[in-house]
C-alpha cells in the first residue's frame, strides 16, 4: 500500500501557502528560462522533503528529454543533464503521452524505468513519482521525485501545490516558447514587395520564375527551392527551374526528382488544385500517409512546403521548397510560399501576353522587309537572303522559293530559293504541278502582281 505522510500545523500550512505564493510570482514574472529551473528546484527541495528530484524538458522533435537539472542523494550531477530518449512502454514516455503522473513504489525493481533503475540502485531510491510539466494540453517535460522509502507518495496538499508550481513552470516556458517563434517570424510584407518590385523590372517568364526561387530559398532556407509545372495531356509535373542550398546559379540539381507522376499521388494534385498549400514535415502531412510516402520518395526528400500556381481555375504547377532533413514549416514560411506561388499565376498569362506581342511584331518587321526586298533593286538579293532566313525560322520550314510567272507560257519560274546546306534545289520545272496547287499559286499571283505593276 502506498503509505501517506502525516498533515501539517496550520502554522506550517500558513508557511507553505506564503511560500508558495512567493514562488508563484517568481515563476509569472521571470523570463530567463536558467531561473526558473532553479528556483523550481530550490522549491522542491525545501518544501517537499524528496532525495531525488529531477527536471527533464521534453523535446517532441527528436521524442527525448534533456535533463535541466536537480538533487541527489551523494550530490553527485551526472545524471542530472543527460538526454533520455523516450522508447514505448517506458514509465517517462507514459507520463510524456498521457500527461498524467504515475507513482512507482520501488523504482529499483521497475522494469520500465530504463537508466533511473540503475540510478534509483545506486542512490537506494524506493518510492517516487513522476509529474508532467504541462500547459494547454502540451507537455514540456517531466519532474521526477524520489524517496529512500518504498511507497511513499505525496499526499494531496502537496499533489496540489506541485500541480500549481509546475503548471506555472510549464506557463512561464509557453511564453519563453512564443516570444522567440514570434522574434523567429520574418515580417512578409517587405520581402514579397522587394520581389514584386524585382518582377516589374524583369522580361519574360524565365527570368522571373528564376527571382521568385531566388528570393523563396532566400527567405525559407530549405535544402531546395523548385518550381514544378503541369503537363495535363501525359499528367505529370516537370520541374521547370530550381536551385539549392550551397549551388551557385540556377539549373538542374541531381538530387532533386525532374518529375513527380500522378499515378500515386492524385491526392496531392487534388490539395493543389483545390488551392490547398501541402506542408509535409516532421511527424505532420496535409496527405495521407501512403500518398505522402509515395510523394516524397519522387522528390526525394524528407520535408515538402507545397503551394499551387493557380488561375482562373487551372492548376499550371506548384512553388516547392523541399529539405533534406526533417523539418516543421511555420505559418509565416506557408505564406510567403503562397504569396509568391500567387505571383508565378499573374505572371504565366502575362508571359503568353508578351510573347504574343514580341512575336506581332517580330511578323511586322519580317513584313516590311519582304515588302523592301520588292521595292529596293539595289541589294534585292542580300534582303531575299535575310527574308528567307527570317520566314524559314519563323515558319520552322525547310525552303523559301521566289517564283515569276510566266503569262507567255502560263508557268512559274523559281526566281531565287534558299535551302539547308545539306538539301539540293528544286531542279523540277514548276508546271510539272497538279492543277489544285497551279490554282492555288495563281490566286496568291494576283494580288501580287497589281503591287508590282503600281510600283513600276
Not at 515563476?27 to 522542491?44: A, G
Not at 534509483?120 to 510539466?133: L, M, S, W
Not at 492524385?266 to 488551392?275: E, P, R, V
Not at 533593286?377 to 524559314?392: F, H, N, V
Request: hydrophobic share 40%.
Amino acid at each position: 500500500m502506498v503509505q501517506q505522510k502525516e498533515p501539517n500545523s496550520p502554522n506550517t500550512y500558513n508557511k507553505q501557502v506564503v511560500t508558495l505564493g512567493r514562488v508563484l510570482q517568481i515563476l509569472r514574472e521571470e523570463e530567463n528560462s536558467d531561473v526558473l529551473i532553479d528556483t523550481v528546484i530550490n522549491y522542491l527541495h525545501t518544501e517537499l522533503e524528496y532525495s531525488l528530484i529531477w527536471i527533464g524538458l521534453y523535446d517532441r522533435l527528436e521524442h527525448r528529454i534533456f535533463g535541466q537539472g536537480g538533487i541527489t542523494p551523494t550530490g553527485e550531477a551526472s545524471i542530472l543533464k543527460q538526454r533520455f530518449t523516450l522508447n514505448p512502454g517506458d514509465v517517462l514516455e507514459q507520463v510524456v503521452i498521457q500527461q498524467r503522473p504515475v507513482a512507482v513504489p520501488d523504482l529499483r525493481a521497475e522494469l520500465r524505468a530504463g537508466e533511473w533503475r540503475k540510478a534509483a540502485q545506486k542512490f537506494d531510491i524506493q518510492g517516487t513519482v513522476i509529474f508532467p510539466i504541462r500547459y494547454r494540453d502540451r507537455c514540456y517535460g517531466v519532474a521526477l521525485l524520489g524517496t529512500p522509502h518504498w511507497g511513499v507518495s505525496p499526499k494531496s496538499d502537496e499533489k496540489a501545490r506541485l500541480s500549481m508550481i509546475l503548471g506555472e513552470y510549464a506557463a512561464a516556458l509557453y511564453k519563453i516558447e512564443t516570444e522567440w517563434q514570434r522574434q523567429q517570424v520574418k515580417p512578409l510584407d517587405e520581402p514579397l514587395l522587394l520581389l514584386l518590385a524585382r518582377l516589374r523590372s524583369l522580361a519574360g517568364l524565365g527570368n522571373r520564375l528564376e527571382a521568385v526561387v531566388e528570393e523563396t530559398q532566400q527567405f525559407v532556407l530549405p535544402t531546395r527551392t523548385s518550381v514544378y509545372w503541369y503537363e495535363r495531356e501525359r499528367r505529370y509535373f516537370w520541374r521547370r527551374i530550381g536551385n539549392r542550398q550551397r549551388a551557385g546559379g540556377f539549373g538542374e540539381v541531381n538530387q532533386a526528382s525532374s518529375g513527380i507522376t500522378l499515378q500515386e499521388v492524385g491526392g496531392f494534385y487534388q490539395a493543389l488544385a483545390s488551392d490547398q498549400v501541402v506542408a509535409i514535415g516532421e511527424a505532420h502531412s496535409s496527405l495521407k500517409g501512403d500518398t505522402t510516402s509515395r510523394l516524397m520518395q519522387q522528390i526525394r526528400a524528407r520535408s515538402l512546403l507545397a503551394a499551387p500556381i493557380l488561375f482562373q481555375g487551372e492548376l499550371l504547377g506548384f512553388l516547392a521548397v523541399e529539405g533534406q532533413d526533417a523539418r516543421i514549416w511555420t505559418e509565416g514560411e506557408k505564406n510567403f510560399v503562397r504569396g509568391a506561388a500567387q505571383m508565378i499565376a499573374l505572371m504565366a498569362p502575362l508571359d503568353e501576353m508578351e510573347t504574343t506581342i514580341e512575336q506581332i511584331r517580330l511578323d511586322q518587321e519580317l513584313t516590311a522587309e519582304i515588302a523592301r526586298s520588292i521595292y529596293d533593286e539595289d541589294d534585292w538579293k542580300s534582303t531575299l537572303k535575310q527574308t528567307a532566313d527570317r520566314m524559314c525560322k519563323r515558319l520552322k520550314a525547310e525552303r523559301f522559293l521566289v517564283l515569276l510567272y510566266d503569262k507567255d507560257l502560263n508557268t512559274f519560274e523559281i526566281c531565287y530559293q534558299s535551302h539547308p546546306n545539306n538539301r539540293r534545289p528544286l531542279m523540277l520545272p514548276l508546271d510539272a504541278l497538279n492543277e489544285s496547287d497551279r490554282l492555288l499559286l495563281q490566286k496568291a499571283w494576283k494580288p501580287l502582281r497589281s503591287r508590282i505593276w503600281m510600283a513600276t
